[in-house]
Nanobody
Framework: QVQLVESGGGLVHPGGSLRLSCAAS????????MGWYRQAPGKQRELVAD???????NYADSVKGRFTISRDNAKNTVSLQMNGLKPEDTAVYYC????????????????WGQGTQVTVSS
């Protein structure tokens, strides 16, 4: 089974920066899209940003110009650099992979990490 492990959350003041990282482990042959979602208390989970294996990126309007997503295909990792953080960015951030092809030839879909808390507060 492929698993995702996130790191890098924490408490930061408004205007500050954080970097989230996520590593996929297991018998991985290839991963198509990797991304980050977030869920604030009382709200639905929403896409923050994702990136395809070819490097095409997609961002939520609320984070464009402040957040940057990147990935290392060789290491099966994805990162989210968050600058200019605002209190409304406070949420649990989840790493997500849409589909993994394993070395055994199987497909594993819709994989989520355990989540990491990001709190932006003065």
């Amino acid at each position: 089974q492929v698993q995702l492990v996130e790191s890098g959350g924490g408490l930061v003041h408004p205007g500050g920066s954080l970097r989230l990282s996520c590593a996929a482990s297991g018998s991985i042959f290839s991963i198509y899209a990797m991304g980050w979602y977030r869920q604030a208390p009382g709200k639905q989970r929403e896409l923050v940003a994702d990136i395809t294996s070819g490097g095409r990126t997609n961002y939520a309007d609320s984070v464009k110009g402040r957040f940057t997503i990147s990935r290392d295909n060789a290491k099966n990792t994805v990162s989210l650099q968050m600058n200019g953080l605002k209190p409304e960015d406070t949420a649990v951030y989840y790493c997500h992979v849409d589909q993994v092809a394993t070395r055994a030839g199987a497909l594993q879909n819709d994989i989520w990490g355990q989540g990491t808390q990001v709190t932006v507060s003065s």
